[in-house]
Every structure is written in C-alpha cells, then in structure tokens.
C-alpha cells in the first residue's frame, strides 16, 4: 500500500545557489539512492509522485522546507529519515517526517512565511541604517513594481506583510518579516528588498535571507507546516 | 588559499550553482595529505563538461589514489568572468575553490578544435602563463589529452605535454613519475619532461622543432636526441578489465546529458572514410554484457539517475547487442529506469528493442545517409544503400513513428550538384513512403529534419589530404538545395554556416605556426567560437592578417602524397599508407569492407587485442 509522508527538511549554505527545480531532481534521485521507491504517475511519461511546498527563492536557505512523497512500501519514519539523509548531498538534511492527517497537498496549505534578513550597510552608519529600514517599513504603503511574464503592476507589500522587527546586530542590520506566502497571496522576499533597495539612498551589500517558517492557517492563526 | 566567493557575486551571475561544486559524490580530500593536486580542465561550460565520459573515468581514476587529489574546472560564463575580472578572483577548482596556480597539474581535454581559445582564457584567468616557455619550477604542468590531440601542434606552444590515446593507465605513470621526480629537489621542470619522454603515449612538443620549404609545407621534425622520433597512442588493450568509476558526481543544475552512460565498446568497425573517431579508435574493444549489466546498476544505485544512455560509436555493432538488451531491459524496468539507445542503426530488431525499452513517448528517429547518392556514399565508405535507408522508413512508419531527422554533410569530396540533388530525392522517397502508406494521419503529422554540415577534412582519416570545399561554393551548393527542399513541406531543412567549418578545418589540419593565430585571436577577444552568440569571425580573420598567415593553405589546400604533414611523428596504430590506399579507393568509388567481415590491415594489429584477434 502507498502512503504519503510529509517531510520537513533544510536547504543550507552549501546548497544555497541551487534552483528549485535542481531541488526536485536531487531529491529524487536521493529517493533512489536510498532505496525508497515512490509510486510513479500513469501514462506515457510516468513521474515519481512528489511535491514541494513553497519554492525557496535562488540564493535563500532555509530549515523550513516542506515536501510530500507517495512511498511504495512504507518504512518507518526514523529509518525514512535516515536512508534519505545517508542520501542527500552536504546541505540538505531532512529532519522531520509524518502522514499528514489532511491529504491536500503541502502547497496548498501554506498561508505564511517568516523570512531573516541580515544586510551590511556600505556608505552609512549602521544606527543610520537601521533606521532608514524601519523608516521605510513603518510608512503606510510600501509600493512596488512587480514583474511578471506579461506585465507587470504596482503592489503595496505592506498589505502583504503581518509583522516586522528590525534590529541592529553587530555591524548588520537584522530583519525579520512575517508575510502572505502560498499560492493564494504571495510575497517573494527578493522583492521586500526590491522595495528596500529603491527607497534608500544608500547602499548596502545583497542581504543574507533565511526562510525561518513556513505556516499554515489554523482558527485564523498561523501553525508551522507539520 | 581558496578564493573568495562571496554571496554578492554568486547571487548576481547566472546558474550559479555551476560554480559551488558541493555535488553528490564529488571528492574532497584533506589537502595535507595528498602529495600531487591535479585539476582536471574542461574548456567548455559546466552543464557541457559534466555530461563528458571521459573526465568521469580519470576522475575516478586518480581519485582513486590516496596521494593524489583530482578536481574539475570549467570555463565560466562571460558573466561569471566578467565579475571574476573586475574582483581579482582567479580561476578555481570547484571541490577547494582553490586557485589554479596551486595545482601540480592542469589537465585540459581538447574534445573538438573550436575550443582552443577557451583554453587560452582558462589558463589567462587562472594567472597561469599561457605559453608553456614562459612557466617556472612555481607553474603547474599544463597537458591535454582528448580527440583534438592526435594532431597536437596547433596548440604545440601552450603544453608542456600532450597524451595521446586512452587515458586509464598513462595517467598514473605520468603521476608516478612526477612523485619520483618532486622529491629531487634540484631538479628542474625540464627533467621531469624528460621522464616523459619514456612513456609512451606522451609527447612534450617542446624538444621538437619544426623546419618549413619555401613553400610553406614542412620540410622536416627536428629533436632533441632523447626525444622518440614516432610517438605511439595508449589503448586499453583489454576493455572488459578496463577501469571504471563505481561511482559518479550528480550535478545539481542538468547537464547536456544528464544520466548513466555506459561505453559497450571503443572503436568502429565501419570505416567511413571522413569520420576520424572511426580510425583513431581502433582497434574494436568489447566489454562482456555481464560486465556492462553490473557496471550499469552499481551507477545506477550510488547516483540515483533515472536513465541509461548506451554511448558507443554504432551501437548496433555491439557484437552481443540482444542478450545484452535482454539483460538490462530486465532489471531497467524494475527500477521504472529509462533505457536511452542514441546510435542505433535503424532496422526491424532495434525498433524492437527502442518499443521494448522506451516507455516514455516515442521519441523521433535518426538517420544519417551522410550523402545523397549511392556513388558519394561509395565515396566516403558510408557503406549503406538507398534500399536499407528506405526499408528502414518502411519499419518506421509501420511502427508508428512520426519524426525523422536526417544527417548530410555538404562539401565531401567528389561530390557533384547531382550528389547535392540526390539528397532531396532521397528526402522526397522518404515522404512518398508515409504518402503511399495506408495509414494517412501518419502522412498528415509527418515532419522531417534534414541537417547539413559542412566537411571538414581531418587527420588520420583517408581525407587528410583533401581540399576543403571553398565557402562561396559550400553556400552555392546550400541554397540549391534549400530552393529544392522548399516544395516539400514536410521538411524543415537546417544548416551549418560556413564560417565554422572553414575556421575548424584550419585548426584541424594546422601545424604550429596557427599558434600565434589562436593566441591573436585570444587577444581579439575570441572564446566560446562554438557557441553562436560568442563566435566573432571576424576577429579570427583579423588574427590571420596581423600574424601574416593564410588560412586557405591549411584549409583548401590539397597535399601531396609525398608531403609531410604536421601530425607524421604520431602513430595511432593505423598505417598512412592504409589512409593513403583507402584514398585511392575512395577515388576509384569503391567500398571496403568492416573489420569484422574482412582484415583490411589498418595496422591496428600492432595492439594485440580487441576485433583482430576475434
């Protein structure tokens, strides 16, 4: 009998640059690597039945990432969890795994996500900068342009946004936002910084992002994934 | 030192994943101890380099050999260079980011000519000097091994040596002489290549110097008295026992070819006569099924790939191609494991075996006749008739297939505006197969791709004395039979452009004075010429003027019988004057027979081994 199984995985430092659909082809054949064999889909092109939460951005780590795959013959969880991180390359590491009680796909659950922005600022001060961010954040509306493949349209991210912190660390400026993700209302967390980087004058290196949770909606309050 | 990466850069090119290393089974090793780091250069992009056999095997092999550490480096993209430029960062080996300079040895594979001026830029980023008088006792080796390699000398300045053959077991000979030799402390870079000169199979072009006639040919090798006259290719004389990875990098972006290839065998025993792989090759190697089935599954299990792609010169001469087939269909299917068969000749048992093999969607089927009438494929020893061709439609069609894609090459010697129609005729019966055939929604979707080439004449092939075809003739020749295609409307014709072909068959044939012409055209800012959107001809033709040379006397020049060109101090096994009489026929139109019908006595006997001794 196949069974699907949520899992809960990091994508590190070393894996950083890699794009989500190198991802999907690493985990995979990390599937095969250890052993465990996924139903396939019916048809001409029959594909292993696995499906991914939301998409990490290029360049963006995170500890909470999300997959369901459809196992052939179920193991336990814990040798689940062992035969694939025997498999996975350095800087990917799977940490949690579970059969969901819902059976609507990882995907569809997300309503939240909570990103860690950590900038160094180039021409200014780091108390300068700091404040120039929170300046920037606490105005009412925060527009920008968003590009898609035809046209593109101003959005206000802050009407994607639940909360924000912005502290100074060091010689960083520290950034943790809370904000729409999922495929209802999505706010891709290179274009927070888009909106950053435009209404400052000064300049500061790329930030470092880290997606620290992923949510789901529960009673209209936001519960991690699994 | 590794070099600095920091996320601003990586962030900022494209596919930056090409440059982290980081991939399943890459091998990183504690650099205190190892005694010899080599890096293994691929000239090209990562997703083209990663999809090489070849770099697989020696990767494998010198990994395997706790003293040495073997890395890989690619060329960067130009935005990737552009940065590296702009930041100081030098060129890097992707499993230590560590400089190119750190290394003992810088290992190039020079897999087809238009990659030379890559290597140049390779070698210029890694802060590497590029010719190979001007490194010190503080410089890596710079060698290359890899097709291109067979005639050495337009990239004679740039080595200090170059394999030639098969690279298993050469490679650490050479590793253990250069143990022996770093523990000299006095002893000079020029000692080393001197402990070279004793193994077979390698050639440091520097104790060799070249003497022209006033015309231009060569009039003779000069060598320093220790140096071999005749420089003889490595084979592995015993394929089934050959080396082979037990495991394989699994990159994370996708290459080219993005699956576990397995190599039946080396060689081809066709002998078209235009084809150089066919006679550099030889003789025909074999590995027993058994061997290939387990060699297939212990990849298949430590990479995860999904597919299997039997990579051989002509598949169908697999001498046990069914029981094999047999073998690994049987565990492939278990495994929902794809079976990809790229060079398969077209006939009823291998439509069999694709229908058996191949559960995704029927991919389209390839041909390639090479030339359009019986008389030109006489010519070049392409020995296959229009019935096999058209018969092989037939079974197409019977099985459904749709798609047909058709190879011909423009510009082969002898040929003949009629050889040039005969190529429409042919595509024209191929369509009145589907046209007269039952079944007219076959008719309805068929589409045809017919490509055509431009010939390049190469060495060690019974061609390596022939002109090449003028340009304005080859684009004559083209457009006649782009009007005659333009009533079919089933075929999509493509083409080559010329100014490649007549650029390669320069570097294919040149001795070392075309050097200083890739050096120039280095200068122009010529790299990546096999790529369209890189390649700046008129930068190449620029680079021929400043350095006083005329590409038409490597390209379109016929040689002598007697004349003695720039690759006769190497020896592949295959005898010139074999070349010479295969010529002659060639001349006379008549065909020789395979290896396994009839001996024709290349010379490849001189191995001991493989179809020779069958």
Redesign the interface.
Known sequence: MSETVRFQFGKGE??????H???M??M??????AGIMLS?TEG???HPKLSFGLPLP??VISKACYMDAVIEDLLPMEELIQRLNK?????LKVFHAVIPEDKKAVMSLVSHARYLFVVKPLDCPIDVFTDEIKNILNQESVYIEKETKKKSKMINIKDMIQSYEVKQDGDNVVMEIMCDAGSVSNLNPMLIWKAIAMYTDYKS??P?VERLGLYKTENGKPVPVI | MPVNLS??I???VE???A??G???NSIVKNIEQVNIRFAFCFPDTYEIGMSHLGMKILYHVLNKREDIWCERVFAPKTDMEQIMREEGISLYALESKDPLSDFDFLGFTLQYEMCYTNVLNMLDLGNVPLLAKDRTKDHPFVLAGGSCTYNPEPMADFFDFFVLGEGEEVTLEIMDAYAVWKKQKDATRKDFLKMLTKIQGVYVPGFYDVEYNADGTIKEMTKEDFAPSVIQKRIITDFDKAVFPDNDI?P???PVHDRVALELFRGCIRGCRFCQAGFTYRPVREKKPDTLVKQALQL???????EVALTSLSTSDYSSLGEFANKLTEETEK??VNLSLPSLRVDSFSLDLMEKTQ???KSGLTFAPEAGTQRLRDIINKNITEEDILNAVKIANAGGYTTIKLYFMLGLPGETMEDVEGIAHLINKITDVYRQSENKKLYNRLSITASTSFFVPKPFTPFQWVPQLSKEEYLNRQQHLDKLLRDNRKVRYNWHEGDLSTLEAVMARGDRRVGKVIYTAWENGCKFDSWDEHFKYDNWTEAFKTCGIDPLFYSMREREKGEVLPWDHIDIGVSRDFLWSEYECAKKGETTPDCRTFCSGCGATTFGGGVCYE
């Open positions: 070393q894996v950083r640059f890699i794009s659909l190198d991802l082809r690493c995979e054949r990390s599937f095969r690597r396939h001409f092109n029959p290029v360049g498999a996975l390359p350095e800087g290196e790329l470092s | 996320n601003q990586l962030q900022g596919k930056p994943a440059y982290t980081g991939e399943y699994v994370f972006i996708e298949l299990d430590c990479t995860g790939h999904s495994r929902k559960k995704v969607r």
